[in-house]
């Protein structure tokens, strides 16, 4: 039997691995008529979806701007347009004017005229979404920008009557989560989707590992280890002209009102794994780490360990590392009244074993698929009239995440109730200037670092 992770770093896939007519436009498309620019408007109500239309409608063709043509907005280009037929991508955000540039033609080779943007539509600044959310033609926003800005993106399309695909983690703080919670209710009164970058929910030995897992294949589940342990992570020096702002929006990862740290950024996918295990998310966390390697004006640790609790007394011990020179291992262990699971990260497989330790099922996975899965269930949901939306529980990972860090970073025993109802937590820059300064960086200190 297996007693430990397998070794599988589960790593970013950075890689690529027409109709023309206007206002009147596939009723089966929801749209806003106007972009709601702040996330406290009133919420608009665009027309729902009427499933008959769109069974009529099953191959109309879906317009597609993308917010945040970075590594991951042109891995799910890539992986919308290898799965999808029918669909076009039309218009592009992004504030570093070089990327549509960079990475469309790459795009157009292999896809052809899937990809169809026209020069007047590559929109570049720190306000290019708005653009994007202002365009009628668009059906369909991919949100790849980094996190911080991703409650306030997303509820801002879900006002604008765009469907959205939106990255993981879906916000960094409670306020963001708060805003994620409005938005998923949104979309729902208006008929509009929301898909999410957590791929492992659509990865066949996940889905396959965990629904026997509920339906009792190793008896009561009564805990459960995950770990996200990696070998380090990219940092971008500054580039001369820079602002504080457009520095750190460029060095993302190392800012945690952007990146959330790595608990948020990118061992959300396990800490998404836990929740669905166990039900939902947890009640409180206690935690510790710190940081030997980072960078000087990095704000991140470098590893942390949570102890989660789950209601009826189950626990789950979680983990995460970004140190170069160490052993990686990402996956799960679920231990029950009568057998264990281990599903590991990306292609790594899933195995149940019974109380004797002994293998009685398992099966493999492909990330690869799975992250192409996710687009093909958004726009398939979007024609069938019956639009997937579901950010509520990326949002409840993601806080959950946010749990963590809480508690590793104040040193303090968290209640998710406290966290999610009472916190104060906006680590959003209240001044935010893009041309602007931002205070010198620093990190947490336990003891300290205050609960607010
Ligand atoms: N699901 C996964 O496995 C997976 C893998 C990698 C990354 N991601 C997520 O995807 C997101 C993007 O990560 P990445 O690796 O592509 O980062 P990246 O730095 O490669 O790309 C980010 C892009 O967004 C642009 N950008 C930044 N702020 C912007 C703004 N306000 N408006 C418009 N454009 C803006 C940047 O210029 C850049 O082109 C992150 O949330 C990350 O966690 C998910």
Redesign the pocket.
């Known amino acids: 039997m297996q007693d430990r992770f397998e070794t599988s770093n589960h790593s970013?896939?950075?890689v690529p691995s027409e109709a023309s007519d206007k206002s009147s436009r596939r009723d089966f498309m929801v749209k806003g008529s106007v972009a709601a620019s702040t996330v406290g408007a009133a919420a608009m109500h665009v027309p729902a979806v009427h499933a008959a239309d769109a069974a009529a409608a099953n191959t109309e063709l879906v317009r597609i701007g993308i917010?945040?043509?970075?590594?991951?907005?042109s891995?799910a280009l890539s992986d919308t347009m290898t799965i999808n037929e029918n669909i076009k991508l039309v218009a592009t955000?992004?504030?570093?004017p070089g990327?549509a540039t960079g990475i469309l033609p790459r795009l157009q080779k292999t896809f052809g005229e899937k990809v169809s943007v026209d020069a007047s539509k590559n929109y570049v600044g720190?306000d290019?979404?708005k653009r994007i959310l202002d365009d009628p033609e668009i059906d369909l926003v991919l949100m790849?920008?980094?996190?911080g800005?991703?409650p306030t993106y997303v509820m801002e399309a879900v006002q604008a009557g765009k469907h959205v695909f939106a990255?993981?983690?879906s916000c960094v703080d409670p306020t963001g989560y708060r805003t994620c919670l409005a938005a998923h209710q949104l979309a729902k009164e208006n008929g509009t989707a929301i898909v999410t970058?957590?791929?492992y929910r659509r990865q066949t030995n996940y889905v396959e590992a965990i629904r026997r897992i509920h339906e009792g294949a190793i008896g009561d589940v009564i805990n459960m280890t995950a770990r996200y342990c990696s070998t380090g992570i990219w940092y971008r020096a500054r580039k001369e002209g820079m602002s504080d702002t457009q520095y750190q929006?460029?060095n993302?990862m190392h800012f945690v009102w952007l990146s959330g740290d790595q608990i948020a950024?990118?061992a959300v996918?396990n800490v998404d794994v836990m929740n669905w295990v166990m039900g939902g998310p947890p009640e409180s966390a206690y935690a510790g780490g710190g940081r030997f390697t980072r960078p000087d004006d990095s704000e991140m640790w470098d590893n942390m360990s949570v102890d989660f609790s789950y209601s009826g007394d189950r626990q789950v011990s979680f983990m995460c590392r970004q140190i170069r020179g160490t052993q990686s291992e990402v996956g799960n262990r679920i231990y029950g009244s009568n057998g264990s699971a281990t599903i590991l990260g990306s292609n790594g497989g899933a195995m149940i074993y019974d109380k004797s330790g002994n293998e009685i099922w398992s099966m493999k996975g492909n990330i690869q698929d799975a992250?192409r899965q996710e687009h093909k269930d958004l726009v398939d949901s979007i024609r069938a009239g019956n639009p997937i939306v579901e950010l509520k529980d990326t949002a409840d990972s993601s806080m959950t995440a946010v749990l963590g860090r809480t508690a590793a970073y104040t040193g303090q025993k968290v209640d998710w109730s406290f966290l999610t109802e009472e916190s104060k937590q906006d680590l959003f820059p209240a001044d935010f200037d893009y041309e602007g300064s931002r205070p010198e960086s620093s990190f947490a200190v336990p003891g300290e670092t205050k609960l607010i």
């Open positions: 970013n896939p950075d917010v945040g043509l970075g590594g991951r907005g891995g955000a992004d504030i570093d990327k720190i290019a979404y790849t920008t980094p996190p800005f991703r990255e993981k983690p970058g957590t791929q929006i460029y993302w950024e990118q996918h992250y």
